[in-house]
């Protein structure tokens, strides 16, 4: 089974923290996404990667950084954490999508910015 | 730009009563993927089914059946006979062939009552 795993299913954080969560596939998947999930707004794409040490934006990626150092683990940087921050993180990863494949999930990592 | 639209936010049924999620997309590409993905109370999105441009055919699976209809840019989503289990948050995505970004829709909540 493919098993995409986030390092964290709940997180409190301070404003202005610099925050970094985690995640990790074991199915040797080129692409790695990130999500975050708002009521009422689906799952909005922040960064994704589509090899080692390449990424590209996604929709919203503004307050984020990411970092791709190994295939396997795909980090997502909150350099200085908000309050508009608080919601859930969901991590992903699929073989190229030119293929039509699906995409895994993470379980999700539901953070809050005191 | 592709663009995903689910314009149903929340759906009530009772038990056993049929309901169609709607999805609506937009791309420029001709050679693109549609994807529906399940999220249960547990947060961990569940691929479903995947549809590639070409065909058009529609699918049945147990309970669930999708209908593709090009031209009106939809991929919907029926299940049969609902139950209890099938409450969930379901999700519609699209890829195009030229890009590695999985864009989903809003989400549409399924709530099936006994």
């Known amino acids: 089974d493919v098993k995409v795993t986030q390092s964290s299913r709940y997180l409190v954080k301070r404003t202005g923290e610099k925050v970094f969560l985690e995640c990790v596939q074991d199915?040797?998947?080129?692409?790695m996404f990130w999500y975050r999930q708002d009521p009422g707004l689906g799952l909005r794409l922040i960064y994704f990667?589509?090899?080692?040490?390449?990424?590209e934006k996604g929709d919203i990626p503004e307050g984020y950084s990411v970092s791709r150092e190994k295939k396997e683990r795909f980090s997502l940087i909150l350099e200085s954490a908000s309050t508009n921050q608080t919601s859930m993180y969901l991590c992903?990863?699929?073989?190229?999508?030119?293929?039509?494949?699906?995409?895994?999930f993470g379980q999700g990592t539901r953070l809050t910015v005191v | 730009a592709q663009k995903v639209t689910q314009a149903q936010t929340e759906i009530s049924v009772v038990e056993k009563e049929d309901v169609t999620l709607d999805c609506v997309y937009e791309?420029?590409?001709?050679?693109?993927?549609l994807f529906w993905y399940k999220q249960p109370p547990s947060g961990e999105l569940v691929f479903l089914i995947r549809?590639?441009?070409?065909?058009?055919q529609n699918e049945i699976s147990g309970r669930y059946s999708w209908n593709f209809q090009k031209s009106t840019s939809s991929f919907n989503f029926t299940i049969t006979a609902s139950q209890v289990v099938d409450s969930a948050v379901y999700f519609c995505?699209?890829?195009?062939?030229?890009?590695?970004?999985?864009?989903f829709g809003t989400g549409t909540r399924l709530q099936v009552f006994p």
């Open positions: 992903a990863s699929s073989p190229t999508l030119a293929t039509g494949a699906e995409a895994f």
């Open positions: 199915m040797d998947h080129e692409n």
């Open positions: 990667s589509y090899d080692v040490k390449m990424k």
């Open positions: 791309t420029r590409d001709t050679t693109y993927y």
């Open positions: 549809r590639n441009s070409f065909d058009e």
């Open positions: 995505a699209l890829s195009a062939y030229n890009t590695d970004k999985l864009i």
